[in-house]
């Protein structure tokens, strides 16, 4: 499959968030990647289900929603009812990871769980023939523009070669530090989806830069 590229709205203008995904949707982005963030899971706050409702009535491209909250399964369903159609969770959020993924899944919503760079990948043997995609952060998660963490490039090794090993067509989405120069190691890795956003969105045509993202990872 084609490498996916998903602008992360994090490090968008949000005073102009419309013409923000639109443009980069007119750019050739993939998915728009949001980051969902709580102020307890991780240290900062973000948006919630109302504004991406509003995000769904202006771009078609699959909204890539990544929950940093704590016990996601009392509102997964609000996240659905606002239009995601992809839902990250991570193993430390919820003490019951299988009956959140289970409700992510039961209304069609494609499911994954989230790995922060201290958090081992036997969190996810338990659950990965249930998933559609695992997302590996590359950065500590709470706030963008942070440098790729190296170690990052074995752990996307190690999960590619158990989901080949378990002829599973689970994709690995990588989030944080990439720019031209990293994309080259977490896609030779195995990496099928690639989350950008200051390397995107810090200056403009926003095509250029994604055209850029795409040769780095050739």
């Known amino acids: 499959m084609n490498m996916i590229i998903a602008p992360s709205i994090l490090s968008a203008d949000f005073s102009r968030l419309k013409d923000e995904i639109q443009a980069v949707e007119a750019a050739g982005a993939d998915w728009i990647h949001v980051d969902v963030m709580d102020g307890h899971f991780v240290p900062n706050l973000t948006l919630g289900p109302p504004v991406i409702s509003c995000i769904r009535k202006i771009t078609n491209l699959p909204l890539d929603v990544h929950l940093m909250i704590q016990n996601p399964e009392q509102t997964i369903e609000h996240y659905q009812d606002a239009g995601a159609d992809w839902i990250s969770v991570h193993p430390e959020s919820t003490p019951h990871l299988h009956r959140a993924l289970g409700l992510i899944k039961k209304r069609g919503t494609k499911a994954s769980v989230s790995l922060n760079p201290a958090t ?5 043997w ?4 249930e998933l559609d995609m695992v997302l590996i952060m590359s950065v500590n998660p709470g706030f963008g523009g942070q440098q790729f963490i190296p170690s990052s490039v074995q752990k996307i090794k190690n999960l590619s070669q158990t989901i080949q090993e378990k002829k599973l067509a689970t994709l690995i989405e990588v989030d944080g530090g990439i720019n031209q120069q990293t994309i080259t190691d977490v896609v030779k890795a195995g990496a099928n989806v690639v989350v950008a956003g200051s390397a995107i969105f810090n ?16």
């Open 126 to 129: 338990p659950v990965l023939d």
């Open 203 to 218: 200056q403009q045509p926003y095509q250029k830069n994604i055209e850029g993202l795409r040769n780095g990872a050739v």
């Open 120 to 124: 081992s990948l036997e969190s996810v």
